[in-house]
């Protein structure tokens, strides 16, 4: 832009350098105050540096965290609280909504928050796929797809932006655990890398155009993301066209050469501060760092800032405005995304049904992650608080629920950053107890939580993705004693991702709340008494047992220096990553990708292929088109699905891969609506590794339009390609497995 260039004629060197690098870890006081400072948000996670000389008056502007809501501490408790936010509904139940037009629904609000409170840029969302369930920072991201990650991404940026504040897509690339995270290097072909790990951001980019990026901490094939030039400027900007900015996770990789990071391409450094100048300035005197390079990171830079609010001058509420609205998206849109696993004649309960709800985590309630991804907030209900607003619950049950939990918990600071939360044992209640309640109560709700943070992974262990021992015991007891009077046993899982199901059996109806955020109880208790009518869908997989994960076995990494510290991670299983390793190796699983059920039954039918431009090659797409109808009793919402099954020619391929959705609108009984579903050349590509190119092979396609990615009772829709399309050719050598690894060397799964 030309203006920038005429800022960047006005800028002496180590006014350049002091933008490329942030302004320190923390501006409350723990670094000097970011230069040119015209608004103090105490407490957010950084800025960008400004600018003020006799040419230049260039504000600095703030980056806050986080995917499921502003975060801000300040430097004291009644400061922290003045930027309380709304916490939204995490990623991955945001993502099972399988809805665009409502994560940009949520986006927009979202942004008027980061608007009021006076940030620039917000360190959201979160897109890395969930390879493994025990990833700690599963519920800050969205699925095991790239495809309904990229979209649910570029969704909620849209909403962010349309405030004109910016969104900041992360981890670039491959941020799969937290197990030594800024050190780990990940080892993943290339293909793998191209049709799954990069994939998500590449539809990001293209379809919400974020104005930031955040590389992630990890190394890919030997080398920090932050410093890899084949992938912060081959493959981001000359590939995908990027025009956004690019920072550094915070103090990621080699912290002592922000120079190479700034030269391979990473325009900023966060936090930054003056040791991180001093680097820069010597990178600079040392010729690491040509004027060329950083007049090209500040002009990105710049191109950004320039929209901002802080940039413009432009006043902010201070606090957050519209909170009843926000908090009544947040309601619906939990509501949206919750999964019906089971439902055994249970659900929906009546109103006048007498409800006793077991489990600690009804008042021990979680609205979201720990970390960088946790919200500050000033209240949130429980779920005793959520269900009793809609139902009869026993009082004399939940006083013993919150009685316990006063005298037993124990405050807990889980992983980096503030989240107030608390840990408590699930107690034990007698026999005799037991039965009183099953007498005196129509229908049985036992919750059950699970928390996870950033810096942090899960373990397969009780407790955590397994029950845990005493809520073994009390869910068999439950079960046990309410079947005998004939009465329904409910579980809710509040939790941050995929958890052991395989007491499923014991129990009558299962609703994956997921981490609902401010409030967001209030949904279960919609979902429960049919308020709504539960229309979200599985975005992972939930696996029989952990041992079927294809990454079980390599998950976090192996210690292969004798450190005491994992250091590398092979991503053995390749592209079969979730659902595309279940179906194409035959695994059953406990519940599908893509699957969840409903108060109402819908029929798919008159699925067509109604355009074919594949021709067009890189701007070519196929068009399909499928009729829902509600065949049902109430009125409800379907997700269609589309499945491609590609020929098995010179690449191997998935048995299935989701190519396409589509939500309805809200069907009556009896409605019907026809849904379209585009398919873009380009996503129906595999990449062809030999060739460094994308290619649709030749062959016969097979294309599912299902309500899951369950499709054996789903007759597929044909296609012959007769001659292959070679798309976009690749930049050449780009994410090359190191020298000492070679794609044979990979033990890939084999079944
Ligand atoms: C963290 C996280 C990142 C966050 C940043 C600033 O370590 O990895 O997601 O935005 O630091 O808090």
Known sequence: MKHIQTQLAKMSIDEKLHILAGSGFGNNGAARPPMNLKKDVSGVAGYINGVHNEKLDIPATALADGPAGVRIIADSDEATAHYNSTAWPIGSLLASTWDSDLITEVGKAFGEEIRDLGVDFILAPGQDIQRNPLNGRNFEYYSEDPLLTGRSSAAIVRGIQSNGVGATIKHFVANNSETNRQQVNEIITPRSLREIYLRGFQIAIAEGKPWALMTSYNQVNGAYNNARSDLLLSILRDEWHFEGLVMTDWFAGDTDQPGTQVAAGNDMI???????????????????????????????????????PGYLMQDFAGSVQHKDEHLALVRRAAAEGMVLLKNDQALPAEPRETMAVFGINQVNTYKGGTGSGDVNVSSTATLADGLSSQFDCDSKLLTFYTDYFEQNRVASNGGLGVSNGYTCDEPTIDDDAMTQYANSNDIAVICIGRQAGEGADRANEAGDYLLSDAETTLLQQVATTFHDQQKKVVVVLNVNGVVDTSWADDVDAIVLAYMPGQDGTYAVADILSGKTNPCGKLAQTFPVSYEDVPSASTFPGVDTTDDGAVDTEYYNEGIYVGYRYYTTFNHDVAYPFGFGLSYSNFELSDQRIVADHLSLGQYGNLVLTASVTNTGKVAGKEVAQVYVSAPQGALDKPAIEL?????????????????VFLIPSELLASFDPEHERWLIEAGHYQFFISNSSDVSNTRPLDLNITKEIALMKTTSGALALPDDVSEDSFVTVTQ
């Open 270 to 308: 966060q936090p930054g501060g003056d040791q991180v100048f001093q680097n820069l300035k010597t990178a600079y005197d040392n010729g690491v760092l040509t004027d060329e390079m950083v007049d090209r990171s500040v002009s990105r830079i710049l191109e950004q800032v320039c929209r901002t």
């Open 659 to 675: 190519k396409s959705y589509a939500k309805t609108k809200l069907l009556h009984p009896g409605e019907t609506q026809e849904l």
